[in-house]
């Protein structure tokens, strides 16, 4: 993941940006597992994963992306042979519960797993009142997700 991120940033239309820290060879990451970071307009892209299947590890590095200020959030998990569903309603009634919110926010959640990926999407909307994000509910994106065979 970490690698596919520094060649992106070495394509010439992606000059301006500034780093995607904890990508460079030698260099450890700093909170999120990859930040997509341009000068001037800040954070674009955030990147956490946890790959073994701990409810509260994936919560706590979710809890990591919740924090963060950028519009477009991705989370990697590997559930396994274990139940999707019972992540992602932990996931979900976590992020309900949280009160920084931004509107616009676009979480992606991707499960790789039994040979194959699941993707999910979350949007806030236009407004989150209070910072709130009471609808906090992924959705299955059906075209996205395949077996990786």
């Known amino acids: 993941m970490k690698e596919a ?25 700093w909170l999120l597992d990859a930040v997509w970071y341009v000068e001037n307009k800040g954070g674009l892209v955030a990147v956490e994963s946890e790959l073994g299947y701990h ?28 139940e999707p569903a019972k992540l992602l309603q932990a996931i979900e009634e976590y992020a309900r519960s949280f009160r920084q919110h931004q509107p616009g926010e676009v979480y992606y959640l991707i499960d ?18 209070n910072g709130r994000a ?3 509910t992924f959705k299955h994106l059906l075209q996205l997700s395949g077996n990786d065979a």
């Open 134 to 136: 009471t609808a906090f």
């Open 55 to 82: 409810v509260e590890g994936i919560k706590f590095d979710f809890s990591k992306l919740l924090s963060f200020k950028a519009p477009l959030k991705i989370m990697i998990v590997d559930t396994g042979r274990r």
């Open 5 to 29: 991120f520094f060649a992106a940033k070495e394509k010439p239309k992606y000059k301006k940006i500034v780093d995607f820290y904890g990508t460079r060879p030698g260099c450890r990451e």
């Open 112 to 129: 790789f797993h039994n040979s194959r990926h699941d993707v999910y999407r979350y949007t806030t909307g236009r407004h989150c009142t």
